[in-house]
């Protein structure tokens, strides 16, 4: 049970959260403005290409962010006798999921594009875009505290 409060608190107080309830607020102060971004994301045909391809980079990226993190090259044993080994774990898990998620959003928005109002095709493609952006790099964070710590421990 405490584990998966500590995962919900992960994903409700995160800076991932934080991303996204901003760029919901945009979209219900600024409807308007998020409509022209999208007329503008709709004419030009060059913005579908990278749709997908900057979500699966990501994807790769945090992937391998997380496998550092989670396995560094020397010294594992301090880190998995590490009491928090289980979050840090769960938030190298958690990173990936969100770049997955999003990348299959990129995914459904390339696809339906045609079909998605204009303001929320504004707002699923800046969701789409900037939360793995913010995951990647956390974990790209995390990859050099990790390797702090275990150096102070060693």
């Not at 989670?70 to 009491?83: K, M, Q, T």
């Not at 190298?92 to 959003?105: D, G, I, N, P």
């Not at 459904?108 to 504004?122: G, V």
Request: aromatic share 12%.
């Amino acid at each position: 049970m405490k584990r998966f409060l500590d995962v919900l608190r992960l994903a409700l107080i995160s800076p991932e959260a934080m991303c996204i309830g901003l760029l919901s607020l945009g979209l219900v102060l600024m409807p308007q403005m998020y409509s022209v971004i999208g007329v503008i994301l709709r004419a030009n045909t060059d913005v579908w290409k990278y749709t997908i391809t900057i979500p699966l980079t990501l994807l790769g990226t945090s992937g391998k962010f997380s496998r550092q993190i989670l396995f560094p090259h020397n010294n594992n044993r301090v880190l998995l006798e590490w009491e928090g080994y289980n979050r840090l774990k769960d938030r190298a898990y958690f990173s990936v999921a969100v770049c997955l998620v999003c990348s299959l959003l990129a995914l459904l928005i390339w696809i339906f594009q045609a079909a998605i109002p204009l303001s929320w095709l504004t707002a699923l493609g800046a969701v789409a875009w900037f939360v793995p952006v913010v995951t990647t790099a956390t974990a790209y964070m995390a990859t050099f505290k990790v390797r702090e710590v275990l150096e102070r421990y060693r």
